[in-house]
C-alpha cells in the first residue's frame, strides 16, 4: 500500500470515491436533508473544492496497487473534513495508515491534536484511533456529527 498527497488530475476520482463510500456507510444514518447537503456541500460544491486548489486544504490518497481505495482530507487548521474507505479494503489498516500520514504532516506544522466531526458510522473506528469525543452528536443541515479530537504526541 502506497499513501501519499494526490495530485489535481486524481481529485475527481477520490470525490467519486467519497460519494460512493458516502452513500453506502454514512448516509443510512441521515435524513434525505443530509444526503443532499453533504452532495452540496462536499461533492458537487465549488466551495471545498476550491480549497484544494488554493492549497487551504490537502487530500491523501491511500493505493492498493494501482487502486484508489481510501482518501483523508485535512485544512490548514488541522481538521480532517474527510475520510472515507471503499468497502473493500475496510479492516485492512487503511484508515489508520491515512491518520498516520496525516499526523506526520500536522506534527511538522506544530499542530499538536486533529480536530473532526465524525458521522455515525466512523464514531467507533475513531474512538479505536484514540480519538475523544469533545461534545455531544449534533445536527447541522441534516448532517448528523459528533465533534472529537486527537492530541498528537510531540
Given at each position: 500500500?502506497?499513501?501519499?498527497?494526490?495530485?489535481?488530475?486524481?481529485?475527481?476520482?477520490?470525490?467519486?470515491?467519497?460519494?460512493?463510500?458516502?452513500?453506502?456507510?454514512?448516509?443510512?444514518?441521515y435524513?434525505?436533508?443530509?444526503?443532499?447537503?453533504?452532495?452540496?456541500?462536499?461533492?458537487?460544491?465549488?466551495?471545498?473544492?476550491?480549497k484544494?486548489?488554493?492549497?487551504?486544504?490537502?487530500?491523501?490518497?491511500?493505493?492498493?496497487?494501482?487502486?484508489?481505495?481510501?482518501?483523508?482530507?485535512?485544512?490548514?487548521?488541522?481538521?480532517?473534513?474527510?475520510?472515507?474507505?471503499?468497502?473493500?479494503?475496510?479492516?485492512?489498516?487503511?484508515?489508520?495508515?491515512?491518520?498516520?500520514?496525516?499526523?506526520?504532516?500536522?506534527?511538522?506544522?506544530?499542530?499538536d491534536?486533529?480536530?473532526?466531526?465524525?458521522?455515525?458510522?466512523?464514531?467507533?473506528?475513531?474512538?479505536?484511533?484514540?480519538?475523544?469525543?469533545?461534545?455531544?452528536?449534533?445536527?447541522?443541515?441534516?448532517?448528523?456529527?459528533?465533534?472529537?479530537?486527537?492530541?498528537?504526541?510531540?
Amino acid at each position: 500500500m502506497e499513501v501519499r498527497m494526490l495530485d489535481e488530475k486524481e481529485t475527481e476520482e477520490a470525490f467519486s470515491l467519497i460519494w460512493e463510500v458516502f452513500l453506502e456507510f454514512v448516509a443510512p444514518d441521515y435524513t434525505q436533508e443530509g444526503i443532499d447537503n453533504f452532495y452540496q456541500e462536499y461533492i458537487h460544491g465549488a466551495g471545498f473544492r476550491n480549497k484544494f486548489t488554493d492549497k487551504r486544504e490537502v487530500m491523501y490518497g491511500a493505493f492498493v496497487g494501482e487502486n484508489l481505495a481510501g482518501v483523508l482530507s485535512f485544512s490548514d487548521k488541522n481538521t480532517v473534513s474527510c475520510v472515507f474507505v471503499r468497502g473493500k479494503y475496510h479492516k485492512m489498516g487503511i484508515g489508520r495508515c491515512l491518520f498516520e500520514k496525516a499526523a506526520e504532516e500536522m506534527l511538522s506544522r506544530g499542530a499538536d491534536k486533529i480536530r473532526l466531526n465524525a458521522s455515525p458510522y466512523a464514531v467507533p473506528f475513531y474512538h479505536h484511533l484514540g480519538f475523544q469525543d469533545t461534545g455531544a452528536q449534533a445536527v447541522y443541515k441534516g448532517i448528523v456529527y459528533t465533534p472529537m479530537e486527537l492530541l498528537l504526541k510531540i
